[in-house]
Nanobody, 128 residues
Framework: QVQLVESGGGLVQAGGSLRLSCAAS????????MGWFRQAPGKEREFVAA????????YYTDSVKGRFTISRDNAKNTVYLRMNSLKPEDTAVYYC?????????????????????WGQGTQVTVSS
């Protein structure tokens, strides 16, 4: 069983930055690939970024490439999402999740059903 708790969301002006954190419980966190997703009001949950267990492989949706960076600190059982140059269209609830592929090496899975543990989400609001 893995429990995830996101933090770091808030209200920021367009062009600003935020860093989201996802703290995980469980001794085997370091062996899992992780992902960040987001869901805006009235829209489906969408993939943002993923990272392999080692951190050596990462993958981003096109709309955030060059602006967002996913990273992890396995010693702290934490995954991060650094978000720069934020835009109003980035406004959403952001969720972290554990990839159900327990090999941990796959950082390219982008569908919510491919992830089986989820946090409660943290709200990010970008004003124009």
């Amino acid at each position: 069983q893995v429990q995830l708790v996101e933090s770091g969301g808030g209200l920021v002006q367009a062009g600003g930055s935020l860093r989201l954190s996802c703290a995980a419980s469980g001794r085997t966190f370091s062996s899992y690939a992780m992902g960040w997703f987001r869901q805006a009001p009235g829209k489906e949950r969408e993939f943002v970024a993923a990272i392999s267990w080692s951190g050596r492989s990462t993958y981003y949706t096109d709309s955030v490439k060059g602006r967002f960076t996913i990273s992890r600190d396995n010693a702290k059982n934490t995954v991060y999402l650094r978000m720069n140059s934020l835009k109003p269209e980035d406004t959403a609830v952001y969720y972290c999740a554990v990839d159900s592929d327990r090999s941990g090496s796959n950082a390219t899975r982008t569908y919510p059903h491919e992830y089986d543990y989820w946090g409660q989400g943290t709200q990010v609001t970008v004003s124009s």
